[in-house]
């Protein structure tokens, strides 16, 4: 990415965690932080990464399912925030962040690891 597009991201990434806390909390029934941002060369699209507070799936898939049917509502009053810093707002596509499931998972892969190479004290 450019410097442009980060900025543009990082931006893009305060006021949408924003707008969702404040101007859209009474419609999303879940705890949702906005993770992170990826934002198209042209500034045409931005991809939001969300995390979903709970470990149930079906619970983060209805949050997703939220934000996408607000997305339109959101991309609106974010054009009114940002309206002099650009030209245009970029379309906005919602997605679950699972980075940190994963890295837990592998955390745990590699504990597995680590205790099955450990020398029991009778192979020393």
Do not use: C, W
């Not at 500034?43 to 979903?52: D, E, N, P, Q, R």
């Not at 339109?72 to 925030?81: M, S």
């Amino acid at each position: 990415m450019s410097i442009r597009t980060e900025r543009v991201a990082s931006m893009l990434q305060r006021e949408i965690a924003e707008i969702l806390r404040h101007d859209f909390a009474s419609e999303i029934q879940h705890m949702i932080t906005v993770t992170g941002v990826r934002v198209t060369n042209d500034l045409g699209i931005a991809y939001i990464y969300v995390s979903v507070f709970g470990d149930d799936d079906i619970n983060k898939q209805d949050a997703l399912d939220e934000l996408k049917s607000l997305s339109v509502r959101v991309r609106k009053t974010l054009a009114g925030i940002i309206r002099h810093q650009l030209k245009g707002v970029p379309e906005l596509r919602f997605f679950l962040d699972d980075s940190l499931a994963e890295a837990a998972r592998l955390e745990e892969l590699f504990g597995k690891i680590h205790s099955h190479d450990e020398p029991s004290a009778s192979d020393v």
